[in-house]
């Protein structure tokens, strides 16, 4: 008889694991007191009411998401070989569909590693244990990456909010190796990241096909940057011939990354940069008559959760307001959203509202997501968070 604890639905709740859900909802699961007691991420069997096994669950009484997929076998042994024979599988992934050796390495659910994010820059690798299950494997996850990979250092960037829902605490810490700097190479540019006090993992390696395209129209090309971060966008354009680019941010530290990045890639007398809100200086651009061919609004996503959902969709609009007036006729105008409570179809629908406010027409070119090393879960449609969209405006 097994020694795992064994964990049951409430009458009804297992149609839709039993179609593939990587998750069940702590309002699913006949809870029991003794159940509170359990350390968080502990591996359960879970069962429907009616004794359906549905397999290995990663258990944390303390979230919402109650229960999160780990192995369709009930007793599949959870251990250090486990865990690096799906950190293995993710790497031969990404040695099929990416270019080097800097991408998403780990996206979580997708990759059979629930609530685990690994970035790799090269040698060194980010990771963010961002569910119970992946906090309490972490030792056993850094020592499957070095064995899988040529790493100097591993660094955990387990400081995101979503870390809260899970009862985790917020920390930032180099768990193996002495050097934290690292330098990512994407179209021909090299740019510095802060693993350590960067944005999230460092690097938003979800947009680079994206900035693929867009640079792809940047040569001889007046660009406009806005909400740029590290500039990724625009030095790719200048790396691409354009003629000027303008980088828009609130954040100093951002900016100066992106200029010493311009200049450390030979572009600085083609690239200046503005800090302030992005939407006073896009409203103050069209004041003053400026005109660019490309236009990019990248923001931080505006709905961090689902009651936010509405004033981010607004915001959304706004932007396109505002930016559309900043495109030269026959130009062009990149914009995208990482939020995941606000779906494609509404992106899509405030996108073209704001268009038309700003009284501009023009035409969808590309509607797009992230790129391959950032894979949707079949179950999970809203782990396709990043929906973008290329037009050219009239």
Not at 161 to 167: D, L, N
Not at 283 to 293: I, M, R
Request: glycine share 10%.
């Amino acid at each position: 008889m097994s020694d795992r604890p064994l964990i049951r639905l409430h009458p009804g709740q297992e149609r839709r694991l039993k179609f593939g859900h990587p998750w069940a909802y702590s309002n699913e699961i006949h809870m029991q007191p003794e159940f509170r007691l359990m350390p968080p991420g502990l591996p359960v069997r879970l069962e429907g009411d009616d004794g359906w096994r549905l397999g290995c669950f990663a258990f944390n009484p303390h979230s919402l998401i109650g229960a999160r997929l780990l192995d369709r076998e009930p007793e599949a042994v959870i251990d250090a070989g486990w865990v690096r024979r799906r950190i293995a599988a993710a790497v031969a992934l990404r040695a099929r569909v990416t270019d080097g050796p800097f991408h998403r390495l780990v996206h979580a659910e997708a990759d059979g590693l629930p609530g685990l994010v690994v970035d790799r820059y090269g040698d060194l690798a980010v990771l963010q244990a961002n569910s119970a299950w992946a906090e309490r494997m972490t030792p056993e996850i850094v020592a499957a990456l070095i064995a899988e990979l040529p790493l100097r250092a591993v660094v955990g960037r387990n400081d995101s909010p979503v870390r809260a829902h899970e009862g985790l605490t917020l920390e930032v810490a180099l768990l193996h190796g002495e050097d934290a700097g690292a330098v990512v190479e994407e179209g021909g540019v090299r740019f510095g990241v802060d693993a350590l006090a960067g944005q999230k993992t460092g690097w938003f390696f979800d947009q680079r096909r994206n900035r693929d395209a867009v640079a792809g129209l940047a040569g001889g090309a007046r660009v406009l940057d806005v909400f740029c971060h590290v500039g990724a966008f625009g030095l790719r354009c200048a790396s691409a011939g354009a003629a000027a680019v303008t980088l828009v941010d609130s954040s100093v530290p951002a900016l100066e990354r992106a200029l010493a990045a311009a200049a450390e890639n030979g572009f600085a007398a083609r690239v200046q940069a503005r800090r302030g809100d992005a939407f006073d200086l896009m409203t103050e651009a069209a004041q003053a008559g400026e005109l660019f061919d490309v236009v990019v609004c990248d923001p931080p996503a505006f709905a961090k959760s689902k009651k936010d959902q509405a004033a981010g969709l607004r915001a959304y609009g706004r932007m396109a307001r505002l930016a559309a007036p900043l495109v030269a006729p026959g130009g062009f105008l990149f914009v995208a959203s990482c939020s995941h409570h606000v779906p494609v179809e509404a992106f899509a629908a405030v996108i073209a509202e704001g268009l038309h406010r700003a009284r501009r027409g023009g035409r969808i070119l590309a509607t797009s997501g992230a790129g391959p090393d950032h894979p949707v879960h079949p179950h999970l449609p809203e782990s396709a968070y990043l929906k973008a969209q290329l037009l050219q405006l009239d």
